[in-house]
């Protein structure tokens, strides 16, 4: 059995070398709690979103180290560098000034800010790994791009990243093909985001189809991150993640938790709720979802009863909530 399981784990920090900062200290409580919650949650392997890049990879070295210390030990680690804070040269935002974040190729306060990683117990195949980050977005067939065409010859489509890692089983490589798409808010009527968040998702579909310049994954895969994007409720171009949750080449096992909320004006199992949001409640972002040969036996959103200590350091650690499969290889 192989848990695969992928984490918002909000380690995004507000310049670069502060998290690398809050690790070497030790003092901090969020990094305190997400230890607690990774040795219960025991995953094989781990993509973590929304945690900061640095070209060394000291920070995501520190993090492994605190997480062996309390008996979770992942010995082989990963992270492209991310689009988030890369600049673009273009007032992209349209505020008058260039060098904003949301002038970045992804929205980011300094190149790194909040991008991805893999933890794995098992060996990666780095040389084998595939980054298909700087592919734009006006190449994606059927893009809904709304850029005129100088912002558009340069800028990409993922918003962190589209990564394609195999791991190296037993029976052979498993690709983890991952991402972690932009918000579809904090636009304007033209939607951008909203597009760009449909299109992120829309991506994988033509990946999977072999309908882009690159060749599509090689099977067995699994298709993880945050899409930031729920299938049944919120803001957001809605069909964009259920068409990508309807690919043929991908299962949806459906991993559920429980939050104890009630959702009443919600359409989608708040059981499948990763996140929980003050004013727009619970929504379903983060997902793991296997290639349709293989055979997956359990899977949750990792959510522990209000009277489990655990409750308290989720809470503390992030919003979001892992999300796990385990599968029989």
């Known amino acids: 059995m192989l848990r ?36 219960a949650l025991d995953a094989d392997v781990l993509l973590l979103t929304a945690i900061d890049y640095d070209l060394g990879g000291v920070a995501l070295q520190l993090l492994a180290d605190r997480l062996a210390a309390v008996g979770v030990d992942y010995p082989h680690r990963f992270a492209f560098r991310p689009n988030t804070g890369m600049q673009t040269g273009f007032d992209v ?11 970045a190729q992804g929205y980011g306060l300094f190149s790194g800010h909040g991008g991805m990683a893999i933890l794995s117990r098992l060996p990666l195949d780095q040389d084998g790994a595939r980054d298909h980050s700087a592919f734009l977005w006006r190449d994606l067939p059927d893009t809904l791009s709304p850029d005129g065409p100088s912002l558009s010859a340069i800028q ?4 962190t990243g589209f990564w394609d890692v195999p791991v190296i089983t037993r029976t052979g490589p498993l690709h983890l093909l991952a991402w972690h798409a932009t918000p579809p808010v904090f636009d304007g009527p033209e939607d951008r985001n909203g597009k760009r968040n449909h299109d992120e998702a829309a991506f994988w579909r033509h990946y999977l189809d072999g309908a882009l310049p690159m060749p599509p994954p090689e099977a067995p895969f699994v298709l993880l991150g945050d899409g930031n994007l729920d299938p049944a409720d919120g803001d957001g171009l809605l069909e964009g993640i259920a068409a990508l949750l309807a690919h043929p080449a991908l299962q949806d096992p459906l991993p559920t ?27 379903r972002l983060d997902y793991v979802l296997p290639s ?3 055979t997956v036996t359990a899977a949750g959103v990792f959510w522990p009863a209000p009277d489990d200590p655990l409750a308290a350091d989720l809470a503390a650690a992030s919003r979001h909530y892992p999300v796990w499969v385990d599968l029989d290889l």
């Open 93 to 103: 935002d349209g505020n008058g000034r260039i060098g904003d974040p949301r002038d």
């Open 156 to 159: 990409r489509l993922a918003t």
């Open 257 to 283: 938790g429980t939050h104890g909320r009630s959702e009443p004006t919600h359409l989608g199992d708040p059981a499948l709720d990763t996140v929980l949001y003050d004013n727009l409640g619970g929504l």
């Open 292 to 294: 349709a040969s293989l």
């Open 4 to 39: 695969i399981a992928t984490w918002n784990i909000g380690l995004d920090r507000q310049g670069p070398g502060i998290l690398v900062q809050d690790l070497t200290r030790g003092e901090d409580p969020q990094i305190a709690a997400i230890a607690r919650v990774a040795r």
